[in-house]
């Protein structure tokens, strides 16, 4: 029998239900057990870690039973499985999120606490995944949990890097980066998998051979294999019992050491293989939008994506059988181009390690991807030098320059004589010096292909895919992203999510987010009006006391909470935000008896390390905001605040606070944007431009709930066609001279005029991202801001109704379309 080891009451459960009972009793033995058993540790001399690592295998262990379950299940209903690719996942920490979706988030927490554990304590203990850079990464992670709750089987593949996004700390107002070394004490959510491992091969070259067929082949003799490791973490859904897979590969040396090196004296050149080998999964590339042509990078998209699809036929083979049939059972979704290697991979191993015919192959491998684009940003697209191409993967050159080949014969007969367009479309771009573009590789080995908000999946059609979309206009799609409303909103903001509740008199809004609109008829009463406030001052109130303790910036509640949350970017346009609060600065210095509403203003976001203007910017912020509290005569009005290392532990501090949400990017530039979604979730108003989803936003809460303001993109487009001449606009408007001109004066370097002059050279001679041209309408529309908060009723009515219109934006509906329109998978139910 299972006799308790320390000291808790028995348990009044049946014994075979104490192991993953639900009860709270059933709770606080199994706590002990694991504090005893993994942890080897009783309650008096256990430590925060110790208590953390208990609650998380007591979590675990009834994850691990819905999961076998599910496997089971899976097996044996032949059904459709989506196997999603993504080089990022950003799942941000995982205990409150897990005992929310096993139901039980309140009774642990009862349970916890009558062993005289602080729970709260043992949450901040909590070290998040950082597997990711951004928005991109933290979809995926809000897919995963979607996926499981629409009953989707899934597998999300990626790469468990050791290191992942840097922390940043703020440093006499500079980013410092930190490495992150996340593992270090543990990770109790991940199970290793040492059995389900594969080779991966790079470099060497190709051989011409023949089969006992006689039949022609390729053999590739690499210069260098490595070893690919499975580590799994389940993901749970949420009011289901289903439980999906998330398997990412650690890379290692196949052998410890390399004997025969190590016998001829080679010792040192043994143990630098190893350490190549382990290079490979090392570190996440902490790029927002990447920077091309780094060597490790391609190993490590390459490296991921062949374990991953050996494991896909693996598990092929293991249930169904027939390798002819693997597009019947799999879908791969390719997270941007980061993955896209996996067609010439499939296509690898399934005509050089499978003897398939070339046709065969090529007609399974079209069936099976699709692919999403994040991004129309020129840099952000990816390309790789032919030559770098061909020293590391030569099989894969060959595969993709017959790729090539068929398909630019395919445009040759559509469009006899357009060689232009033959170059344009090429998967070879010959006039950059000779470069491999992933997109076309995606788009020609794809069977639907799709953008991440309306407006951007029209832009791609019109640009960079323009061609692509000609050719073949029913393989475009548009999934407009969306955020798990478990994490943002019921994790994040336990009030707002127990009020929401009261109010509508039921919960089922949680697994289906359109339920939210039984708060519309609520929106005027004056009864939810005032607790609607109270919630909302008191997540500020939370807010303002991290701030505080973090940054000794002290911030009034109830001043308005303006907040730009997101990766520094100039076309996410940061600095449009400062030159609004310069403004206010001079306005108030101008006139001291001027009255304001007052504001607290919030940053939080990291530049990418190599990204010298971004990391300026955030100077500029600190600097702007060093001055401004400071100063008495303005500092009752004005605060500013930068929040160091933004990620999901520190947004989900964020998004409750907000009153007003910064969603200013240039028109055009911001595929989609989600935090944008999540600060509305949470009753933020938002200030936008005509951006991403930002337009699909204002169409859901109603033109008058939003602040829109700026260019749209075509204004855009025309106004730089046009030929855009910023000086002009900066001449032209001397409160916009005035604010710069501040700047450049050196009142915010303690007299230095130099340090910000690449930034306001560069916005007064070029501004790309066209921030001169917004700037008078972006202060006006503030003013509009200002108005509306000064009438509390009106606010308060905005908020509740940008809440209840938001259920379109649950990552839940993004997956049922990706479901039925892309993927055509059915859902499976597990009953019990
Ligand atoms: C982001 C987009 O910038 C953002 O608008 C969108 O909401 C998000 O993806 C999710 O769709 C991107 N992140 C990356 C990261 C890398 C490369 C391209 C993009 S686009 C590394």
């Given at each position: 029998s299972t006799r308790s080891p320390a000291t808790a009451a028995p348990s009044n459960d049946p014994p075979e239900q104490t192991r993953t009972g639900m009860s709270k009793a059933a709770l606080k033995q199994a706590y002990i057990d694991n504090l005893f058993y993994i942890q080897g540790r009783f309650r008096d001399v256990a430590s925060t870690y110790d208590l953390y690592m208990a609650a998380?295998?007591?979590?675990?262990?009834?994850?691990?039973?819905?999961?076998?379950?599910?496997?089971?299940v899976y097996k044996t209903s032949h059904a459709r499985t989506l196997c999603y690719l993504s080089a990022e996942y950003l799942l941000g920490p995982q205990l409150t999120q897990n005992l929310v979706n096993l139901g039980i988030a309140k009774v642990a927490?009862?349970?916890?606490?009558?062993?005289?554990?602080?729970?709260?304590a043992i949450l901040e203990e909590e070290v998040e995944p950082g597997l990711g850079s951004g928005g991109l990464g933290r979809l995926a992670a809000c897919y995963l949990d979607s996926l499981a709750t629409q009953r989707i089987p899934a597998i999300g593949y990626g790469i468990r890097y050791e290191f992942g996004i840097f922390d940043q700390v703020i440093q006499d107002g500079w980013q410092v980066e930190r490495s992150d070394n996340w593992l270090r004490n543990g990770n109790p959510w991940e199970l290793p998998r040492p059995k389900i491992s594969f080779a991966v091969r790079y470099g060497g070259h190709t051989e011409q051979t023949r089969d006992q067929e006689g039949r022609s082949r390729v053999r590739w003799v690499p210069e260098m294999v490595i070893k690919g490791v499975a580590y799994d973490t389940?993901?749970?859904?949420?009011?289901?019992?289903?439980?999906?897979l998330l398997r990412l590969w650690k890379s290692e040396a196949p052998e410890s050491f390399d004997f025969q090196t190590f016998n001829v004296g080679d010792y040192y050149g043994a143990v630098h293989a190893k350490i190549e080998a382990e290079t490979i999964s090392k570190v996440l590339y902490p790029n927002d939008e990447p920077e091309a042509g780094k060597e490790l990078r391609l190993k490590q998209q390459y490296f991921f994506v062949s374990?991953?699809?050996?494991?896909?036929?693996?598990?092929?083979?293991?249930?169904?059988?027939?390798?002819?049939t693997i597009h019947q059972k799999f879908v791969v979704q390719l997270n941007d181009t980061h993955p896209a290697l996996a067609i010439a991979e499939l296509m690898r191993l399934l005509v050089d390690e499978q003897a398939m015919t070339w046709e065969q192959a090529w007609s399974i491998t079209r069936q099976t991807f699709c692919y999403t684009n994040h991004t129309l940003?020129?840099?952000?697209?990816?390309?790789?030098?032919?030559?770098l191409f061909e020293r590391l993967l030569p099989r894969h050159l060959e595969i993709i320059y017959a790729i090539n080949q068929e398909f630019l014969d395919q445009v040759r007969v559509r469009f006899l004589g357009d060689e232009a367009r033959i170059a344009r479309m090429s998967l070879i771009d010959e006039t950059h010096g000779r470069r491999i573009r992933m997109a076309h590789l995606a788009v020609?080995?794809?069977?639907?292909?799709?953008?991440?908000?309306?407006?951007?999946?029209?832009?791609?059609?019109?640009?960079?895919?323009?061609?692509?979309?000609?050719?073949?206009?029913?393989?475009?799609?548009?999934?407009?992203?969306?955020?798990?409303?478990?994490?943002?909103?019921?994790?994040?903001?336990?009030?707002?999510a127990r009020l929401i509740t009261a109010t509508c008199g039921h919960d089922r809004w949680i697994g289906d987010l359109e339920y939210l609109r039984d708060l519309e008829t609520h929106a005027d009463d004056p009864v939810l009006q005032a607790r609607w406030r109270q919630v909302k001052i008191a997540a500020k109130r939370d807010l303002a006391c991290w701030l505080d303790h973090h940054t000794g910036v002290p911030i009034d509640p109830e001043a308005m909470f303006d907040i730009q949350a997101k990766r520094l970017h100039e076309y996410k346009r940061q600095h449009l935000k400062v030159l609004h609060i310069i403004r206010l600065y001079q306005r108030l210095k101008q006139d001291p008896s001027v009255s304001m509403v007052p504001r607290a203003f919030i940053f939080g976001g990291k530049a990418a390390p190599g990204y010298v203007m971004a990391k300026l910017m955030i100077k500029l912020i600190n600097a702007v905001g060093e001055v401004i509290n400071r100063d008495p005569q303005v500092n009752g009005y004005l605060?500013?605040?930068?929040?160091?290392?933004?990620?999901v532990k520190n947004g989900q501090r964020l998004y409750p606070a907000a009153d007003l949400s910064e969603q200013i990017s240039l028109a055009g530039k911001e595929a989609s944007g989600t935090g944008n979604m999540k600060f509305s979730m949470n009753g933020a108003l938002t200030i936008g431009t005509d951006d991403g989803a930002n337009i699909e936003i204002r169409e859901a809460v109603g033109a008058e709930n939003f602040f829109l303001f700026g260019m749209t993109a075509e204004e855009v487009q025309r106004k730089q066609a046009e030929g855009y001449r910023p000086w002009a606009l900066y001449q032209g408007d001397a409160e916009l001279k005035s604010d710069i001109d501040l700047i450049s004066s050196g009142l915010f370097s303690h007299g230095d005029p130099h340090l910000f002059r690449p930034l306001t050279d560069h916005l007064i001679h070029a501004d790309p991202f066209m921030v001169l041209a917004d700037y008078r309408a972006y202060l006006e529309c503030q003013e509009r801001v200002t108005e509306a908060y000064a009438q509390p009723r009106r606010w308060d009515r905005m908020s509740i109704l940008n809440?209840?219109?938001?259920?379109?934006?649950?990552?839940?509906?993004?997956?049922?379309?990706?479901?039925?329109?892309?993927?055509?998978i059915e859902p499976v139910v597990l009953d019990s």
């Open positions: 998380a295998f007591t979590a675990r262990d009834r994850m691990l039973e819905r999961w076998v379950e599910s496997a089971q927490r009862a349970a916890a606490e009558e062993l005289s554990v602080d729970f709260n389940p993901i749970l859904g949420y009011g289901v019992r289903n439980a999906n374990c991953s699809m050996q494991d896909m036929i693996r598990l092929h083979r293991n249930t169904v059988g027939p390798l002819e940003l020129p840099e952000a697209l990816e390309t790789w030098s032919l030559a020609v080995g794809s069977r639907a292909v799709n953008g991440v908000a309306a407006l951007h999946s029209k832009l791609i059609k019109t640009t960079i895919f323009k061609d692509f979309h000609e050719l073949a206009p029913e393989r475009f799609h548009t999934v407009t992203n969306g955020v798990t409303p478990r994490r943002f909103m019921v994790v994040s903001n336990p009030r707002l605060r500013v605040a930068f929040m160091p290392n933004f990620n809440v209840a219109r938001m259920g379109r934006f649950s990552s839940d509906r993004a997956i049922r379309e990706y479901a039925e329109r892309i993927w055509q």
